[in-house]
């Protein structure tokens, strides 16, 4: 992975003590709090329903062992023993004392991470495919380019005050699943029948409270010229955005309202006068330098040819685990792992501080030192040895991570919601609970197959439930909790935003409504057809039915 040089360690640690200094004033009322507002969001740090959350910066996902056993000792140290994993693959700490936070952001630093814009209107943290490097389908490795993205993004003094946030993502596999087509940019790195490196770029997709799917402006971009052409849609956004009003803001808006075509035009035009120039062109030894970071392991041969399957044959549990949380890998004798941090008792993406130094063990054991975050609020361990495969699941077991229902209906997204976000309409983490109560039986649910299901406390949709095969929406009616529903929805290569159910049902109806759509798809469904193919081919009338005879 990446690491840090003499700048990169300097920028951060001038940082840590400029907030210091920003802190003491405004504990001291020396600063107002709305002088003080836009410099912590500078920092991720936000005040929200029950304390300060600081949101840490996870780049594209990725995580070395002494950075995770410092997150495990920030949670410890500083908050309630444990962290929050998000659907940007950042991590969230709900319960800081405002005044730790500098020394927080001092003690992160010492292992090169930060919370520099992990809020605030502006470039937001790079994500990624979490099985960047690994994947089977791969053309090119994303990570050296998303880093290349990060630092031309980092502090970049034209876009500091965006009209709104801002959302990148770089896949560079040939099934997305870095979700690009949802991003205010989203962009697919491909190869031409020459078999030259070029980048598809997607603009104006988002959620939120106008969920659009991106449009590709550019099919085959030259590697070279990508920094240029995102310093043009910047620009062209940073200047025409709405800045009157924040829900009309984003990108999306703009593209929406002046039309694909069009916007692509204005962007081609104020690509004209950067596309040349030196600093923002990358020649071959730029990216050369920066995949140095990102080289091949020293992968081995498993010592025992036959102990995985002689594990499969012996152990069910083993089988199950192995069948659900494991993927394949581009190297032989080797798989990618999921730890799953969706235990039924759990909130969705919560891992405490003791399971976070184990997992840093694990990854030095396991998997050369590193640890990934998914989009799915999971983590992974990228480079297992299949031989070694029966041992990492025993201590997997051993700390509640190997909860066999990756991809499943029980592995939901879930935002924090009501419990901790002020802008939360009803309860996600509760909601999330009665679910898994209903959907115990394992076996049920793998017979259900790939079943996408997520939960957003209110519109804003950090929950991604625009975009589930089953998305759930929190809403307020008068004071009470109430759910919409949608069907449909997809973040993969067949993007698509998921169709409203109907009237939102009470709280406490959630599980039942959840119950009869699931029988309806086992009623419906043809052969091994998944959710949404059985949802596309039926259309939703008999849904709605199903669910209306629940709800009176």
Not at 360 to 371: I, P, W
Not at 541 to 550: A, V
Request: proline share 5%; hydrophobic share 35%; aromatic share 8%.
């Amino acid at each position: 992975m990446y690491r840090y040089d003499a700048h990169d360690q300097k920028l951060v640690d001038e940082r840590v003590a400029q907030f210091r200094d920003q802190t003491r004033r405004y504990l001291a009322g020396q600063l107002g709090e709305e002088e003080f507002r836009p410099l912590r969001l500078m920092n991720g740090l936000y005040i929200q329903r029950q304390a300060p959350m600081l949101r840490v910066s996870v780049p594209y996902g990725l995580l070395s062992s002494s950075q995770l056993r410092t997150l495990a000792h920030v949670a410890r140290t500083y908050d309630r023993g444990y962290g929050h994993f998000t659907t940007r693959q950042n991590i969230q700490f709900n319960w800081p004392a405002l005044e730790s936070v500098p020394d927080i952001l001092e003690d992160l630093a010492r292992v090169e991470m930060h919370a520099i814009q992990t809020s605030g209107n502006c470039i937001r943290n790079v994500t990624s495919d979490h099985l960047a490097g690994v994947a089977p389908d791969e053309v090119e490795d994303p990570r050296p380019y998303c880093e290349l993205v990060r630092q031309w993004a980092t502090l970049h003094p034209e876009f500091s005050y965006l009209p709104r946030k801002f959302k990148i993502a770089v896949t560079g596999s040939r099934r997305d699943r870095a979700a690009t087509q949802v991003h205010d940019i989203g962009l697919r790195l491909l190869r031409n029948k020459q078999g030259e490196l070029g980048v598809e770029v997607l603009v104006g997709g988002g959620l939120g409270r106008t969920p659009v799917i991106g449009e590709v402006i550019h099919d085959f971009l030259p590697v070279r010229h990508l920094l240029s052409y995102l310093e043009a849609i910047l620009r062209v956004y940073n200047l025409l955005g709405r800045r009157d009003n924040k829900y009309k803001a984003r990108i999306k808006i703009l593209v929406r309202a002046m039309g694909a075509d069009q916007f692509k035009a204005r962007v081609e035009r104020e690509w004209e006068h950067l596309r040349d120039r030196p600093e923002l062109t990358l020649e071959q030894a730029d990216v050369d330098y920066m995949k140095q970071f990102f080289g091949t392991p020293d992968y081995s041969v498993p010592e025992d040819a036959t102990a995985l399957q002689q594990a499969l044959d012996g152990d069910s549990a083993f089988q199950r685990w192995y069948r659900h949380n494991t993927v394949e890998h581009k190297q032989p004798g080797y798989r990618a792992v999921f730890i799953s941090l969706k235990a039924p008792t759990v909130a969705p993406g919560d891992i405490t501080d003791d399971q976070m130094d184990a997992v840093a063990d694990l990854a030095e054991a396991y998997s050369f030192g590193e640890a990934r975050v998914t989009h799915t609020q999971n983590l992974l361990l990228a480079d297992v040895r299949e031989d070694r495969l029966p041992e990492l699941w025993r201590k997997l077991a051993e700390l509640g991570l190997a909860t066999p229902n990756i991809g499943k209906l029980t592995d939901m997204i879930c935002c924090p919601g009501l419990e901790f976000c002020n802008l939360a309409n009803a309860g996600s983490i509760d909601v999330a609970a009665a679910i898994n109560q209903r959907f115990d039986d394992l076996d049920y649910v793998y017979d259900l197959g790939d079943l996408r299901i997520n939960m957003s406390g209110c519109m804003n949709a950090c929950g991604h439930h625009h975009v589930a095969h089953i998305g759930i929406l929190g809403v307020d009616k008068k004071g009470k909790e109430f759910y919409q529903i949608t069907l449909g929805g997809s973040s993969a290569d067949d993007a698509a935003l998921g169709d409203r159910l109907g009237p939102a049902v009470p709280k406490e109806q959630v599980p039942d409504t959840l119950e009869a759509l699931v029988k309806t798809f086992a009623s419906l469904r043809e052969g091994e057809e998944t959710f949404l193919e059985t949802y596309r081919r039926v259309g939703m009338e008999p849904f709605k039915e199903s669910s209306y005879d629940t709800a009176h």
